[in-house]
């Protein structure tokens, strides 16, 4: 890991420090990839770089680039859900809205107060409302002097075709599990512990510097889990139930639910990869015992039925379906397992 601090992602970093070395710089760049891969982490290194103090940007050591970390820089503005979760109403927020567009283009009139360019990065751009979309797209179409967008996405596909052809894109991918495993160890962990957090990461190095500074993360992943197997037993009116729970928490943190929802995928797809005899393939080792027993009940085609569900399921919630019909559906779509199946 370089001073830039991204985990993997060579490539990425490489072609933007290039382009800050020779002045290169584009108006706009789109960062897509899968969560917690470093999209975040790349974009505020890159503010960073652009605004150093010292001959070999990002220095992390200068004001510049402290105030950027401690996201308290006056030309480095962060926007997205988190950084507005409610409305003025007290809603939570569903979507990335116009209002809060036109407040950042009105800010990117302004020069730089402090350092040599004004950089807004836009996290998660596939919230952005079709008004708000539209009103970025006019920034981008005629960008002020000296101002970086740097756009984040899980799905490019989701963001308009203007948008994705006004910007410099990279796409960033899954980490190798050594190379998370070798950070998370330089960093402090024991091997074990490394190579054990790089496994359950599925490549994203995000969450298993999470995992290790939090391990409260783990419990929260033995609990989503063990609700998954739970529903697999289950009959009607417990999937239900479950369902409404996951739709109150949905209110509270969409983004809760939708980690929930990636973590089912994941568990289920390892029981398809015990179906074709990959047990040293499973994501979820920890979970081997049990996701043998699944594997020996569940039909493939059962297990790619449930994951395509959970699929919809979450493209549903971030096109503002109603969030407790579509998990019901969702959870009644899983696999059924007798009680005894899962007794142990």
């Not at 992602?9 to 020779?22: D, G, I, N, S």
């Not at 950027?68 to 503005?77: L, T």
């Not at 297990?303 to 096109?319: D, F, N």
């Amino acid at each position: 890991m370089t001073n830039w601090g991204v985990i993997g992602q060579e490539r990425a970093v490489a072609f933007l420090q290039r382009a800050v070395a020779h002045g290169r710089i584009h108006h706009a760049y789109l960062l897509s990839g899968p969560p917690q891969v470093g999209k975040g982490t790349l974009a505020l290194a890159f503010a960073q770089a652009l605004n150093c103090e010292q001959v070999a940007p990002p220095c992390q050591q200068c004001r510049s680039c402290q105030r950027i970390a401690r996201g308290v820089h006056p030309d480095v503005v962060v926007l997205g859900l988190q950084t507005d979760e409610r409305s003025e109403q007290g809603r939570l927020r569903k979507s990335i809205g116009i209002g809060q567009v036109q407040e950042l283009a009105a800010a990117l009139a302004l020069q730089p107060y402090e350092g040599r360019w004004r950089c807004v990065i836009i996290d998660g751009a596939e919230r952005l409302s079709v008004e708000a979309a539209n009103a970025l797209l006019k920034t981008l179409e005629e960008p002020p002097p000296q101002v970086l967008l740097i756009v984040l996405t899980v799905d490019p596909e989701q963001l308009l075709p203007t948008i994705r052809s006004r910007c410099q894109r990279l796409d960033l991918c899954l980490v190798a599990e050594a190379v998370i495993a070798a950070e998370l160890h330089r960093q402090g962990a024991p091997e074990e512990t490394a190579r054990h957090l790089a496994r359950l990461a599925n490549g994203r190095p995000g969450w298993a510097l999470a995992a290790f500074r939090d391990p409260d993360q783990l419990a929260t992943r033995s609990e989503q889990l063990t609700l998954l197997v739970e529903a697999l037993r289950g009959d009607t009116l417990r999937r239900l139930d479950q369902a409404a729970k996951l739709a109150t928490r949905f209110a509270a943190s969409r983004e809760e639910v939708y980690a929930t929802l990636d973590l089912w995928q994941g568990w289920l797809r390892d029981v398809l990869v015990l179906a074709a005899g990959g047990v040293d393939l499973l994501w979820n080792q920890d979970w081997a015992a049990t996701l043998q027993t699944v594997a020996a009940t569940v039909a493939p085609a059962q297990a790619r039925a449930g994951i395509e569900a959970l699929r919809r399921c979450r493209r549903q919630l971030e096109a503002n379906v109603n969030a407790r019909l579509a998990l019901e559906a969702a959870l009644l779509d899983l696999p059924t397992l007798p009680t005894a199946a899962l007794a142990s």
